[in-house]
């Protein structure tokens, strides 16, 4: 017994050893810079020279001078991007779970030509961020783009659409690349839950000949609802930063600068690091809110989410 | 009669539903191709088939800015952020995994709940820690900044497929008195390897299609990866954007990782499922 244990400790040691090369790495690419963000937000640091700043207190945030409000929480353009991000979170996750949940029920039937589709359908996922967005860039083009000439030929435009530089249309073009883009992710986390339910309660349904709309709503959707919800987490911690598409498919466009976007404009082409840090602080208090929330709303249980 | 008929429309509806899911899949990406091949004026008309043949525009995407070079960055990006990944991962899997110890879980949140953080609320500190460490506009500050995207998930998808392997595995070599340096590669690393391979495939992924950090922390159009590059390309004016280099460059750097992927898809989809779901 004596042995057993002092081999215990002796792994427990060396246990630490393999993790703290791990963790010293984490702590320095990711907790230290997180923790550098926060403060450079109370600060008045800019980007020319990072060596001199001077703390102002919450000034980014909120602050008076002769009688005039400043800073980011009466800012109606931070306003405005946070709205983007959630409107467009919200949207696009939504019909990436409904699509994804198409495509999942699609591919889990037996049928010819089945691993074909279901690489087919893992190409959009495979694309790099940047490429899909400037082949939707091109395809939705004024003059040139494939999407205006389908339309007309179709009748239904009669004139083509501006779709990424008009006011009116930029969101929706953001929305479509991203659900093209992620709703195989979902498909496949949906479809990979689907697999593991157990076939004998469909068996029973299909003896007592309950109508198959009424078992996946009644059966298959109650099963496998901890597992989607785990998904949605992720797919709307994804969202809820996003970036890379929007700079390339809409960029400088008010009606989709996310807060991401917003914060960097801030950061890096105003120089601004202390305000733009401020408006990374928020983001993280938004993002991290809105899961919680979720979490608290759906009662989703992350570990219940698997087996 | 009825029913015979009403049979066929259901199985003449489902496959209409899986022509329009492969077709809005892959079309794009069709199309991408499609144009890449065409230049001059064919450019500028809507051709649904491929009208003409030329690769001119594959040869002048090299051309007009250092695109090999950019190229060649994302390559030695990629597989250093991976080599590095697997290497930390595997090795705090093993401690994460198979030792029991007092904070373990807590631990394991905290790993994960990085994998969580914006990469915007790190972008300021992460520019300073880079300039700091005299690595802005190299290779080895972006590595260094995307250990923070590709370790935690490494971590955690690792321990997961470790946890499942049976208790016997290493028994014997521990009471055989072996190091558990010994233990891992040993024991663990020759059964490791599906799993290393799928993460590896997906840190890879992460990797080279990162785009923020590289925009943020690279200068010079030598010194950025693929993805910048494509962004950046640009015409005189918006008008005169030259899509067909666009379409080339984004096809040669696509058409690997689209090979790979449907080499792997398997190990992705379950590698996918082992770092979300179980989450």
């Given at each position: 017994?004596?042995?057993?244990?002092?081999?215990?400790?002796?792994?427990?040691?060396?246990?630490?050893?393999?993790?703290?090369?791990?963790?010293?790495?984490?702590?320095?690419?990711?907790?230290?810079?997180?923790?550098?963000?926060?403060?450079?937000?109370?600060?008045?640091?800019?980007?020319?020279?990072?060596?001199?700043?001077?703390?102002?207190?919450?000034?980014?945030?909120?602050?008076?001078?002769?009688?005039?409000?400043?800073?980011?929480?009466?800012?109606?353009?931070?306003?405005?991007?946070?709205?983007?991000?959630?409107?467009?979170?919200?949207?696009?996750?939504?019909?990436?779970?409904?699509?994804?949940?198409?495509?999942?029920?699609?591919?889990?039937?037996?049928?010819?030509?089945?691993?074909?589709?279901?690489?087919?359908?893992?190409?959009?996922?495979?694309?790099?961020?940047?490429?899909?967005?400037?082949?939707?860039?091109?395809?939705?083009?004024?003059?040139?783009g494939i999407i205006n000439d389908m339309l007309m030929k179709l009748?239904?435009?009669?004139?083509?659409?501006?779709?990424?530089?008009?006011?009116?249309?930029?969101?929706?073009?953001?929305?479509?690349?991203?659900?093209?883009?992620?709703?195989?992710?979902?498909?496949?986390?949906?479809?990979?839950?689907?697999?593991?339910?157990?076939?004998?309660?469909?068996?029973?349904?299909?003896?007592?000949?309950?109508?198959?709309?009424?078992?996946?709503?009644?059966?298959?959707?109650?099963?496998?609802?901890?597992?989607?919800?785990?998904?949605?987490?992720?797919?709307?911690?994804?969202?809820?930063?996003?970036?890379?598409?929007?700079?390339?498919?809409?960029?400088?466009?008010?009606?989709?600068?996310?807060?991401?976007?917003?914060?960097?404009?801030?950061?890096?082409?105003?120089?601004?690091?202390?305000?733009?840090?401020?408006?990374?602080?928020?983001?993280?208090?938004?993002?991290?809110?809105?899961?919680?929330?979720?979490?608290?709303?759906?009662?989703?249980?992350?570990?219940?989410?698997?087996? | 009669?009825?029913?015979?008929?009403?049979?066929?429309?259901?199985?003449?509806?489902?496959?209409?539903?899986?022509?329009?899911?492969?077709?809005?899949?892959?079309?794009?990406?069709?199309?991408?191709?499609?144009?890449?091949?065409?230049?001059?004026?064919?450019?500028?008309?809507?051709?649904?088939?491929?009208?003409?043949?030329?690769?001119?525009?594959?040869?002048?995407?090299?051309?007009?800015?250092?695109?090999?070079h950019n190229i060649f960055n994302s390559i030695f990006v990629s597989?250093?952020?991976?080599?590095?990944?697997?290497?930390?991962?595997?090795?705090?899997?093993?401690?994460?995994?198979?030792?029991?110890?007092?904070?373990?879980?807590?631990?394991?949140?905290?790993?994960?709940?990085?994998?969580?953080?914006?990469?915007?609320?790190?972008?300021?500190?992460?520019?300073?820690?880079?300039?700091?460490?005299?690595?802005?506009?190299?290779?080895?500050?972006?590595?260094?900044?995307?250990?923070?995207?590709?370790?935690?998930?490494?971590?955690?998808?690792?321990?997961?497929?470790?946890?499942?392997?049976?208790?016997?595995?290493?028994?014997?070599?521990?009471?055989?008195?072996?190091?558990?340096?010994?233990?891992?590669?040993?024991?663990?690393?020759?059964?490791?390897?599906?799993?290393?391979?799928?993460?590896?495939?997906?840190?890879?992924?992460?990797?080279?299609?990162?785009?923020?950090?590289?925009?943020?922390?690279?200068?010079?159009?030598?010194?950025?990866?693929?993805?910048?590059?494509?962004?950046?390309?640009?015409?005189?004016?918006?008008?005169?954007?030259?899509?067909?280099?666009?379409?080339?460059?984004?096809?040669?750097?696509?058409?690997?990782?689209?090979?790979?992927?449907?080499?792997?898809?398997?190990?992705?989809?379950?590698?996918?499922?082992?770092?979300?779901?179980?989450?």
């Amino acid at each position: 017994m004596a042995h057993a244990s002092s081999l215990t400790r002796s792994r427990r040691r060396s246990a630490w050893i393999f993790l703290i090369p791990m963790l010293a790495i984490l702590a320095v690419v990711a907790g230290w810079p997180l923790l550098r963000t926060f403060y450079f937000g109370f600060t008045d640091a800019n980007l020319s020279d990072l060596s001199s700043y001077s703390f102002i207190g919450i000034e980014n945030f909120y602050a008076v001078y002769d009688g005039e409000a400043y800073g980011l929480l009466i800012d109606p353009e931070w306003w405005q991007a946070v709205w983007n991000t959630l409107f467009f979170s919200v949207i696009s996750v939504s019909l990436e779970t409904a699509l994804g949940m198409v495509v999942a029920l699609v591919l889990n039937q037996n049928f010819r030509g089945r691993g074909l589709v279901r690489a087919a359908v893992l190409i959009p996922w495979a694309i790099p961020t940047i490429v899909s967005a400037r082949m939707w860039n091109w395809m939705l083009h004024d003059q040139f783009g494939i999407i205006n000439d389908m339309l007309m030929k179709l009748g239904i435009l009669s004139a083509p659409i501006a779709w990424t530089a008009s006011p009116d249309w930029a969101m929706s073009a953001v929305i479509l690349v991203d659900v093209w883009k992620t709703t195989p992710f979902m498909a496949l986390l949906i479809l990979a839950a689907l697999q593991m339910l157990p076939g004998d309660c469909y068996e029973a349904a299909r003896v007592d000949g309950i109508h198959p709309v009424r078992v996946f709503f009644k059966v298959t959707l109650p099963l496998i609802k901890p597992a989607v919800m785990v998904a949605v987490i992720f797919r709307a911690l994804d969202a809820l930063r996003v970036f890379d598409v929007i700079y390339v498919l809409t960029p400088n466009n008010p009606q989709t600068t996310t807060m991401s976007v917003y914060a960097r404009q801030q950061l890096v082409d105003f120089q601004e690091v202390g305000y733009g840090s401020a408006a990374s602080t928020l983001l993280f208090v938004v993002i991290a809110f809105c899961i919680m929330a979720y979490i608290m709303i759906g009662r989703v249980r992350l570990d219940e989410g698997g087996h | 009669m009825n029913a015979k008929a009403w049979k066929y429309l259901r199985k003449a509806a489902f496959w209409l539903l899986v022509a329009v899911i492969v077709l809005f899949a892959v079309f794009p990406f069709y199309y991408a191709i499609l144009t890449s091949f065409e230049t001059g004026s064919a450019l500028f008309e809507v051709n649904y088939l491929p009208e003409s043949f030329s690769l001119i525009n594959y040869i002048s995407v090299f051309k007009g800015q250092p695109f090999g070079h950019n190229i060649f960055n994302s390559i030695f990006v990629s597989f250093l952020v991976v080599a590095l990944s697997l290497l930390l991962g595997v090795t705090a899997s093993y401690a994460l995994a198979r030792v029991k110890f007092a904070g373990r879980g807590l631990l394991l949140i905290t790993i994960l709940s990085v994998s969580m953080f914006p990469q915007v609320a790190v972008l300021s500190g992460m520019f300073e820690l880079i300039r700091g460490l005299g690595l802005y506009n190299s290779m080895f500050g972006l590595a260094i900044s995307y250990m923070m995207l590709t370790l935690p998930f490494t971590v955690w998808v690792l321990t997961a497929f470790m946890r499942d392997l049976p208790r016997e595995l290493e028994e014997a070599a521990v009471m055989d008195g072996a190091t558990p340096w010994t233990v891992i590669r040993r024991v663990f690393l020759p059964v490791m390897w599906p799993a290393m391979v799928t993460t590896g495939l997906l840190a890879f992924i992460a990797a080279w299609n990162e785009f923020l950090f590289a925009l943020t922390f690279t200068l010079t159009d030598d010194k950025r990866t693929v993805p910048v590059a494509i962004a950046l390309i640009s015409g005189a004016s918006q008008h005169e954007m030259p899509w067909g280099n666009i379409m080339a460059a984004s096809v040669i750097v696509t058409l690997p990782l689209i090979v790979l992927v449907l080499i792997f898809q398997r190990r992705i989809v379950s590698g996918l499922t082992a770092g979300a779901v179980k989450g």
